[in-house]
């Protein structure tokens, strides 16, 4: 084992010589970097004899590190480059009109548009009379002729807004993503030494030759070779897949790698490769040189389109392995062995039932396909009767025979009869749906940061709100995390408050300060306030800072003897891990002899206590009744109060019995010698009962699990509300969890846990496998009638697979490692439980934003087709033109998203149960206030197009000829139509059946501004618009008739309300989520090899492939659909074949910062395979874009995926495969 050789070279070069280049060159070190174990450390005996030589030829010191100045730094960075990888090129605006103009149902559109514009210019030859049939409409004048174009161009303009506007959004959602990008990358900092002081730098700052510190749960920035290390252990399975962690020893394996993880231990390492230099580096230019390699191919010709489909499989599975066969030396090819192969495709099937799309992007995908499909019909309809009624009418009728003067007029017709179809397509499918979702979480995302959520993964949000449980550490979620001592049981005495120095005999001092002084990692200290007369900072390891604190309270400093002592003096560290709960370190004496000091969880190393130390200083025996009593009288007591118990302990091994075996640790860790007891006190959050009663009260249970014992758990847990007085709940133990929920085999039953989870409350002393299982077992369980949604907190490196696992994972932003935060969905910027709660509300807040959305936008469809469909075929034309359905749609669609999406959340979200996965979008109150505001207004519309001349006394604007100019009627009927809408968006904020619907409108300013904005732009349009819009300005009595009508949707909304839903039997609901049992067993078998279920795959499996692709902005925006899914990372798409299209991600600007300095809010997509964007059934795996802005701590994995056998179609690794590091190894 390390015996932490140390030859540390005191005067080594501290300060760089600048007159000759550096000892190494950028080649030399990325050649050294890419060799393992044995080869690495030959190479560095034959280039360079030892690391201290190292740090010579690279001008810095092992114990100073770089001097830190300006100069040096720059020369570095021109020498071995900067912690930076190169982000990927954003999109122009111009690429992004074109993906916006990709949309089927606007190309239909402009294709019309231009045929009616070609057309209109078509002059028949005058000489002949013609007579074309009545429907041609006999006189026109020559102004009227002139003005045909006007449609078509009006329809143009209205394509090219639309493209714009589209466009603009996703050019800003891109720009922002960037900025919260960034801002992520400036939060993330990371321990150097420089010029002998520990410094924390941003990440993008680390150059070559800085001595970085690392420690348990960091991610590593840079690529570099290790100094000194106490029992430091890697996971590195996210650039070789191997999911053992490694341990790092000077004599053995001192390469560390960047983008791997810190398991255990402590240590120091010289940065030798930053940025695109160090291994992760590496791999990301590959996958950028892959993408770039394929743009060349693509404008080569097409013929090579088969050649190329192979290459770029080819490719990529090619540079996978590369990027698996890191071990190899300088990356040689390795296959990877079949058995692995075999164990992924029982993982996949395992895996199958696992990830199902996020609960709302299921019902929305299902739901807008099944409303297109309705459109689509509604339209082929339109256009078949309109064709028909005009044929039968020209050639049946009026007996007219086709001549070929006339076939230009009755193109125009037909050519106008498919402009009306067309249109009641567009307004049919809600194209705003994917847009009222991308803004509602993005405002939600926005506004939860400033409620200290800094969301990750888009869904997250969204599944908040029907979250059903919440399993919550203890520590620093539900506590302050400012631990304090505060009871000790030293020397046979149990002191109630700290003893004052003098009552403590001076050896037992001694020793407790030496053993409290060492034995706390030396990264842990108590810092002087702040503000003068604030509190103490502490910084590191809470517990060991309520240690120090202690040796502080007893008029020790700490601080002299770690002086004296320094870190490369220890001999031996055993950093605490949730196997050992124990630490421990070993200091060899001047006579050779060792002495060893231990802390951890009192009753566990009670035990291994055979001595105590008592009044008199000396030690006697320790009997396991005494130890029982001491449990009794001492330990229980203070855990019933809600303390935390640790006990401090020693022993000696003297000389005379040589050296011990310290890989042992049986041995070693035994036959101690009990110093003293202390109780530390976590003083709960002020906040947190009251937060605790809102969850309650909404449905949501609250479970503790924690690491503590379950006296300490039950009295905090009584004291947050998770426990009432006289109520039937279970808390159990760890031990006694495992031994209720394993058969005598030792596997874990799902009848079991069934049995267990409703009643736990309180889990203790529990293991992170413990916390994964229990979360697992709850997801998976069938026992209530809906599927339970659950949310974990988490803060430790081992709590990454429960966080992975759950519906949404918090990771704490203060107190979190790395690891835990790139787990997560949600980091919670504040360590505060309430800001769950925050997270709830908001979640709910966006599953209404979008049930109101629905419930506005439906009444308008149903309105519009209806009235369009009916109109076209007794009329044979569209009461709405084109040009005005475009407006219509643009109001429905685009603003009113804008406007209901964007409500604030109130408190009485909290007051109803969670709706849960199968509970339908569209509630029986919803489908009653659709179609009662439905037939409201179409028996007004109807009345205004049939008696509309006689009750305004004007002329009929029915039956018109082709290029008639626009009537009073008809411009009545659209505007008294666009009104009833915008009264009826204020109907549509309330969902639930409530009364009074102008509750808070002023709360929400963008709602305002939006109706009293659109109401401007509609009397413009009336007023104003004229011919392309088809309108005649109307007068003031007609205007306040008009107003008056659309009013009456408010007050009829009251007449609806008073309806009771329960009468309403007949009414369905709508949009339920595609529910397990529904799926035919063959299809689940075909969904076997792709990790989710993809609703709307199921849907268009049936062969509805082509109608879906006219189902048109959802594909633009089924970026949005996809993005809920892919997470807040740069990395966005890199192993997503479909998401490659847009890296644009639905943010809109955070403002936020956060304060502390403490949160190193590390930026890591973790999608981890299983969290994969819906596999398109056979997409040729499209190679990662290039890599993006963050460089440094980033988990490799979200960007390799092995494809094990390139014979396949590529599917995104499975969760068996070696990328599914964290998950596999611990």
């Known amino acids: 084992m390390a015996n932490n050789s140390y030859s540390g070279v005191k005067n080594s070069v501290a300060e760089p010589n600048h007159d000759g280049e550096f000892g190494c060159s950028l080649k030399e070190l ?34 100073d590190g770089l001097s830190g100045q300006p100069s040096d730094i720059e020369k570095r960075i021109s020498a071995f480059g900067q912690n930076l990888i190169p982000p990927k090129k954003p999109k122009t605006f111009l690429q992004l009109v074109w993906e916006a103009l990709q949309d089927v149902t606007l190309i239909i559109l402009e294709v019309a548009a231009i045929v009616s514009l070609g057309l209109s210019f078509y002059q028949p030859p005058e000489s002949e009379e013609r007579n074309c049939g009545n429907a041609a409409g006999g006189v026109e004048d020559e102004g009227e002729a002139e003005a045909g174009w006007i449609e078509g161009a009006a329809i143009l303009l209205s394509v090219i807004c639309v493209v714009l ?35 924390q730098i941003p990440v993008a700052e680390i150059v070559v030759g800085d001595i970085a510190q690392i420690k348990y749960g960091d991610l590593l920035p840079a690529d570099g070779v290790l100094i000194q290390g106490n029992d430091l252990k890697i996971d590195e399975s996210s650039l070789t897949g191997e999911s053992d962690h490694v341990k790092k020893l000077l004599e053995k394996d001192p390469m560390l790698l960047s983008g791997t993880h810190v398991m255990e231990g402590s240590g120091k390492m010289v940065v030798t490769a930053v940025g695109v230099n160090s291994q992760t580096g590496i791999i990301f230019t590959l996958l950028g040189m892959e993408d770039e390699d394929d743009e060349e191919e693509k404008e080569k010709k097409k013929e090579k389109k088969k050649e190329k489909k192979n290459k770029k499989q080819e490719a990529s599975v090619e540079n996978r392995k590369k990027a698996k066969a890191q071990d190899g030396a300088a990356m040689e090819m390795q296959p990877l062995n079949s058995d692995e192969g075999a164990e992924n495709e029982e993982k996949k099937k395992a895996n199958m039932q696992k990830k199902e799309k ?19 019909l509604m339209s082929a309809i339109t256009v078949v009767i309109l064709v028909v009624l005009f044929v039968m009418d020209t050639f049946w009728y009026q007996g007219l025979s086709w001549t070929s003067q006339c076939t230009p007029v009755y193109i125009q017709f037909f050519v106008k009869f498919f402009i009306i179809g067309v249109t009641v397509l567009v307004v049919a499918v809600p194209e705003g749906l994917p847009l009222a979702v991308t803004i509602s979480l993005a405002y939600s995302v926005k506004k939860m940061m400033k409620d200290n959520n800094l969301v990750r993964h888009l869904d997250a949000c969204e599944t908040m709100g029907n979250a059903t449980a919440i ?109 050992r709960k124990s630490m421990s370190t070993v200091l060899k004496n001047a006579d050779g002899s060792f002495r060893m000091f231990s802390k951890g969880a009192s009753e566990i190393l009670l035990k291994k206590c055979s001595k105590i130390l008592t009044q008199t200083g000396e030690a006697k025996n320790f009997r396991p009744r005494e130890r029982d009593d001491m449990v009794k009288n001492v330990i229980e007591p203070m855990a019933s109060e809600g303390l935390r118990t640790i006990c401090l302990a020693y022993r000696d091994f003297p000389a005379s019995e040589g050296e011990p075996d310290w890989d042992n640790e049986g041995d070693i860790l035994t036959r101690l010698t009990c110093i003293c007891v202390v109780g530390i006190e976590d003083p709960v959050r002020p906040e947190v009962p009251d937060a605790i009663k809102k969850c309650q009260r909404a449905g949501i249970t609250v479970r503790m699990v924690t690491g503590d014992n379950l006296n300490t758990a039950r009295a905090i847990a009584t004291k947050c509300g998770i426990l009432q007085p006289g109520d039937d709940f279970l808390c159990l133990e760890g031990k006694e ?103 709830v509300m908001w979640g709910r807040n966006v599953y209404d934003s979008i049930s109101k959305f629905l419930q506005f936008q439906l009444t308008v469809n149903v309105v519009a087709v209806i009235v369009a469909f009916t109109g076209a075929c007794i009329t044979q034309d569209s009461p709405l033109k084109a040009v005005q359905m475009l407006w219509v749609n643009l109001i429905m669609d685009t603003f009113a998203s804008l406007a209901l999406a964007t409500e604030p959340p109130t408190e009485s979200l909290l007051l109803r149960k969670p709706y849960g996965r199968n509970k339908p979008l569209i509630s029986r109150t919803m489908m009653k206030n659709i179609l009662g505001h439905a037939v409201y207004q179409l028996t007004i519309i109807f009345s205004l197009l049939f008696a509309g001349e006689k009750i305004f006394d004007i002329d009929s604007g ?10 009073e009627h008809y411009t009545i009927v659209f505007n008294t139509f666009v009104l009833m809408q915008l009264f009826n968006e204020i109907n549509a904020r309330k969902i639930h059946g409530e009364r009074n619907v102008f509750e808070g409108i002023f709360n929400n300013m963008i709602f305002c501004s939006i109706v009293f904005g659109t109401f401007i732009i509609q009397f413009v349009i009336v007023q104003f618009g004229g011919k392309p819009f088809s309108c005649v300005g109307l007068n003031v009595e007609q205007w306040l008739w008009c107003t008056f009508l659309g009013f009456g949707s ?55 492939i082509l109608w879906f692709r006219g189902l048109n902005r959802i594909q633009t925006q089924i970026r ?26 639905f943010m809109t600007h955070p403002e936020f910062r956060i304060e502390d300095s403490e949160p190193h809010i590390p930026l890591i997509d973790d999608t981890d395979a299983e969290d994969d964007a819906p596999t398109k059934r056979n997409a040729t795996p499209t190679p990662p874009p290039p890599p993006s802005p963050n460089q440094n701590n980033n988990a490799v994995d979200s960007c390799i995926h092995l494809f094990l056998d390139p014979s396949k179609p590529a599917t995104p690794s499975a969760p068996g495969s070696p990328m599914h590091s964290l998950e596999t190894s611990l």
């Open 1050 to 1104: 408010l007050l009829w909304g009251q007449v609806i309300s008073t309806i009771p839903t329960s009468r309403l039997k007949f009414l369905k609901t709508a949009g339920h989520g595609t529910q397990k049992d529904e799926i035919p067993d063959e299809e689940l078998e075909e969904l076997e090899d792709l990790e989710e279920i993809d609703h709307a795959e199921r849907e268009l499996r049936r062969g509805q």
């Open 165 to 199: 506007v589209t466009a603009f959004n996703d050019w800003s959602k891109e720009k922002q993503f960037r900025g919260l990008q960034s801002r992520i990358e400036q939060e993330q900092k990371f321990t150097v030494v420089r010029g002998g002081q520990v410094i």
């Open 737 to 839: 969890f495992n031994r209720r929920i394993r058969n005598e085999k030792g596997e874990i039953e799902q009848e079991r846990i069934d049995k267990i989870w409703p009643k736990l409350r309180v889990l203790a002393r529990s293991s992170p496998t413990d916390k994964h299982t229990l979360v697992k077992g709850i997801i998976d369980s069938t026992v209530l009638e809906q599927r339970q949604v659950v949310a974990v907190t988490g803060d430790g490196t081992n709590d990454g697979p429960a966080l992975k696992k759950a519906d949404v994972g918090f990771a704490m932003g203060i107190a979190g490692t790395d690891v835990a935060k790139e787990a997560s969905d949600i980091i919670l910027t504040d360590d505060n439980f309430s800001s769950i709660v925050k997270a």
């Open 1120 to 1145: 949005v659909v996809n993005a809920f899914r892919s997470s807040l990372s740069p990395y966005e798409g890199l192993g997503k074949p479909e998401s490659r299209s847009s890296i644009h991600n």
């Open 471 to 579: 399993c919550s550490d203890k520590t620093g979620t539900l506590t302050m995390n400012r631990m304090k001592v505060v009871q000790a049981h030293i020397a046979d005495k149990h002191h109630r408050k700290v003893p004052e120095p003098n009552v403590i005999p001076a050896n037992i001092m001694d020793l407790l300060v030496l053993g409290i002084s060492v034995n706390c990692a030396y990264t842990t200290k108590i810092m002087s306030p702040e503000k003068e007369g604030g509190l103490n900072r502490q910084v590191g390891n809470k517990t060991e800072c309520s240690l120090l604190g202690f040796a502080m309270d007893l008029k020790k400093d700490y601080q002299a003897i770690r002086n004296e002592i320094p870190e490369e003096k220890l001999y031996k560290v055993y950093t605490f891990n949730s196997a």
């Open 958 to 967: 029915r039956n018109a000829p082709l290029h008639a100019p626009p009537s």
């Open 30 to 63: 990325r050649s050294l970097m890419e060799l393992r174990g044995a080869e690495a450390l030959q190479k560095i005996d034959d280039s360079y004899g030892d690391v201290n030589v190292l740090c010579n030829r690279l001008k810095t010191s092992a114990i």
């Open 358 to 376: 996020s609960v709302l992007q299921g019902k929305l995908t299902k739901m807008a396909v099944q409303i297109g499909k309705a459109g689509l």
